[in-house]
């Protein structure tokens, strides 16, 4: 059976473009702000120049990837690598936009779409591998972490890219609404998580009650919806700790967990 592990993190948030850059405590340094935006740098060529800024965050979240691992575009380009993308939130943003027909826009209505920013993402890269797409908030994540490693695990992918985007400003008032869904502040964010076969056994199951790491996330971060999962690796990896891990995530009374143990 093929084991795996989580080979590298990439992480872009409104606190930062690492995990480095989050606050000690979310919180306090949001000093009341619902919340925190950032602004992706604009990937170059013709094709970004009416791309949404979920879009832009996904292809910069992949290349904090490649950065963190070291390694160049052509080391995930082919048929070899899976995508597993995952949002709750970032397609609303666009959608938005769409229905209100804001005259300066220029959105096309494809970018209205859930597909829109890992087609964008496969396009920028190369990556014509298997293709997943999960609606959800972290528990969703954990559920594309483990399709990561049931592909490893059947052979159909020799690496696995998990990509997670969140955008909140242009609906901040639409999430104020539904306050007993999160809990300020919103944090923008893009992860994405290089998954490999390794000596890790993967385990998935629901979990009743957060890891330590969804805590942690959670308090540096802030509410970050699918990118929770994502930001808690790359902080378990900043600590040095690259081992065995447990992951939680909990979306709308769902809480799931995955485990990466020895055989």
Request: hydrophobic fraction near 50%; glycine fraction near 10%.
């Amino acid at each position: 059976m093929t084991g795996s592990e989580v080979a590298a993190v990439g992480v872009v948030t409104g606190w930062g473009r690492s995990a480095v850059a989050l606050p000690p405590d979310a919180v306090r340094a949001a000093a009341g702000r619902r919340v925190i935006a950032v602004e992706p740098p604009r990937a170059a060529g013709e094709r970004f120049r009416r791309a949404t800024r979920e879009c832009q965050l996904g292809v910069a979240a992949v290349e904090a990837l490649l950065r963190e691992a070291s390694l160049g575009p052509e080391a995930i380009r082919g048929d070899e690598t899976a995508l597993v993308y995952v949002t709750a939130a970032a397609y609303g943003s666009s959608n938005r936009a769409f229905i209100r027909a804001i005259a300066s826009s220029t959105l096309h209505f494809p970018y209205t779409a859930p597909s829109a920013v890992p087609a964008e993402v496969a396009i920028e890269f190369g990556l014509t591998g298997p293709y997943v797409i999960l609606i959800g908030g972290a528990a969703a994540t954990i559920d594309g972490l483990w399709q990561a490693t049931l592909l490893l695990r059947r052979g159909q992918c020799r690496r696995a890219l998990v990509l997670a985007v969140e955008t909140f400003a242009e609906c901040e008032d639409l999430w104020a609404r539904g306050r007993w869904l999160v809990r300020p502040p919103l944090v923008e964010s893009a992860a994405c998580a290089l998954v490999v076969p390794g000596p890790w056994r993967a385990t998935y199951a629901p979990a009743p009650a957060p890891s330590p790491l969804e805590a942690l996330a959670r308090a540096r971060a802030g509410e970050t919806l699918a990118c929770a999962p994502l930001i808690a690796l790359a902080l378990a990896r900043a600590a040095g700790d690259a081992g065995p891990v447990t992951l939680t995530g909990e979306w709308r009374g769902r809480r799931a967990g995955l485990a990466w143990e020895a055989h």
